[in-house]
């Protein structure tokens, strides 16, 4: 069973633990240090469902899946941002929703939205809980309380289909765990997100995540061939064939539609053998430039390996991709990581390839020592921030995504925007980690002194390489989604028809909008 995640911290709370001393030497030298510790066990205001109502959805649930105690309200209690983490830490737990509710099935889930409709209560989604952008935040006013419909039991491997190389589940799987149920049948996802050990397949599809295995395998979405919603007017079973001409295609109106416009309850996606073989290696690049070009010539010439991940040179230098030896010495350049997984034959034969073409363009392979550290921390980070957190340094992300011939502008006007409102000091690292043949993705990490008023300090650093996004042409999200935090820029991205056409959605879908309301929809 998966472990809970602390309410004011990311992941395992057996994991926690304080800055390794080569990082702490680093901060302290570039920061100072300003212990500050969380508020444990935040006090939470009492649960405003009566009885009546607690009773109505226990009829539907069993009694037992209905929890109103404070230890698991806390629990799914907003995501993982730093913003989320910030007001935890101080003890501000103030979006905590009135119950905690946990269907089986399907059936559960649509009558528990029958219900949420008649009472008029907000129904919140929740997954994993790694939201970063506010997505598990609802509108508390004009509500007659909030619910969190936590999918947690729906942990099914619902079909496997061998021959058409596809594999049915149920949305409240965590990463892992859908990973060992399609491992018994030979199979594998390959999604491996950062928040892989928590996140979950059905927060996977509403968000349009994409996992750092991308250049391989595709973002989750690419992967979706069929799913089931639970909807306030009813349910829709999408996906009936690979590809169809019959219309628009629905299920893009649910894939990162975050709980908004339905209830994911099963997803259809394809899958691959488990790989026989798994090999990461390093490349050093003269620059960022030059590095991204040769992954520019990868895509284009169609042969990306199964990882492709390029760090700018601030991000090199501070060896962030080994958190573990965060501050250690760096080498100058900028350094890229290829990964490659399959069967003997196929990894042999793409590696020969990739290697002849980074070779040939300036690259020089480090070998496979760099690609086994960044394998083997690939998914620690967040602690890291936690740490960082723990001293009084505010440590954050933010990512977007622009076609190859805008990437220089893009980059200049993020990384510009970020420095000028932070001020010194203050450290901005990137790294391009999503790759097609057309552009790609950049993903900001920003560390900078909490100081007196962290939030809205963030605030404002975030707002500035937001507009930043939007004016270079760039959008504001590539997969962290849209949630509360980006509204007023995906409003500006798709403009006021596009604005229309998703309110239009909702009103039809939602009539009485209970379903996330505040979330996603501007």
């Known amino acids: 069973m998966t472990v809970e995640m602390h309410p004011s911290r990311w992941g395992d709370p057996a994991r926690a633990a304080a800055l390794p001393a080569e990082a702490r030497g680093l901060v302290e030298m570039v920061f100072g240090l300003d212990e500050r510790p969380a508020v444990e066990q935040p006090a939470l205001a009492p649960s405003v469902l009566d009885g009546a109502v607690l009773a109505k959805i226990a009829a539907v649930v069993g009694p037992d899946h ?90 099914k491997l619902l079909a496997v289909d061998h021959v058409s190389m596809t594999a049915t589940l149920e949305p409240g799987l965590r990463g892992p765990e859908a990973e060992a149920l399609l491992a018994t049948e030979g199979v594998t996802l390959g999604h491996f997100p950062q928040s892989f050990e928590y996140a979950s397949i059905g927060g996977f599809a509403a968000t349009r995540s994409s996992g750092q295995s991308s250049a391989g395998f595709g973002r989750f979405d690419s992967l979706v061939v069929g799913l089931t919603v639970a909807t306030p007017r009813g349910s829709l079973e999408l996906g009936s064939a690979p590809a169809n001409a019959a219309g628009p ?59 492709l991940r390029l760090s700018d040179e601030a991000e090199t230098a501070i060896n962030l991709a080994d958190p573990a030896a965060i501050g250690g010495e760096g080498a100058a350049g900028c350094l890229m990581i290829t990964g490659f997984e399959g069967t003997p034959a196929a990894v042999e034969a793409k590696r020969t390839a990739v290697t002849a073409v980074l070779a040939g363009l300036g690259g020089t392979s480090v070998g496979e020592a760099a690609g086994d550290k960044w394998a083997h921390g690939r998914f620690d980070a ?33 990384k510009g925007a970020l420095t000028a409102e932070l001020g010194d000091p203050a450290i901005v690292l990137c790294h391009i980690s999503h790759v097609y043949e057309t552009g790609c993705s ?29 004016d270079a042409g760039a959008t504001i999200t590539h997969h962290h989604a849209v949630g509360t935090d980006h509204k007023p820029w995906f409003a500006r991205e798709i403009g006021p028809l596009g604005v229309s056409v998703l309110r239009a959605v909702k009103a039809d879908l939602d009539p009485t909008g209970v379903l996330n309301p505040g979330v996603m929809v501007p």
């Open 442 to 470: 950049l993903y900001f990490t920003v560390a900078a002194p909490e100081g007196d008023a962290p939030l809205e300090r963030w605030g404002r650093a975030k707002a500035a390489a937001s507009d930043a996004m939007i």
């Open 249 to 307: 295609d629905l299920r893009q109106l649910f894939l990162g539609s975050e709980g908004a416009f339905g209830v994911i309850t099963s997803v259809t996606v394809r899958v691959r053998p488990v790989a026989e073989v798994k090999v990461y290696e390093g490349w050093r690049w003269p620059s960022f430039a030059d590095g991204a070009a040769a992954m520019r010539t990868l895509a284009q010439a169609g042969l990306l390996p199964t990882v």
């Open 382 to 414: 967040p602690y890291l921030r936690d740490s960082m957190l723990d001293v009084g340094v505010l440590v954050e992300t933010l990512e977007t995504a622009t076609f190859w011939s805008n990437l220089g502008t893009l980059y200049d006007g993020v």
């Open 66 to 155: 209905v929890h109103t105690d404070d230890e698991t309200r806390r629990l799914r209690t907003r995501g993982k941002s730093t913003p989320d983490l910030l007001k935890a830490r101080a003890g501000d737990l103030a979006d905590a929703p009135d119950a905690v509710v946990r269907p089986a099935s399907h059936e559960q889930v649509v009558e528990l939205l029958e219900l949420a409709v008649v009472e008029h209560l907000a129904v919140v989604p929740f997954g994993g809980g790694t939201s970063v952008t506010g997505g598990l935040v609802a509108l508390r006013e004009g509500y007659a309380g909030v619910l969190s419909l936590d999918l947690v039991r729906m942990k």
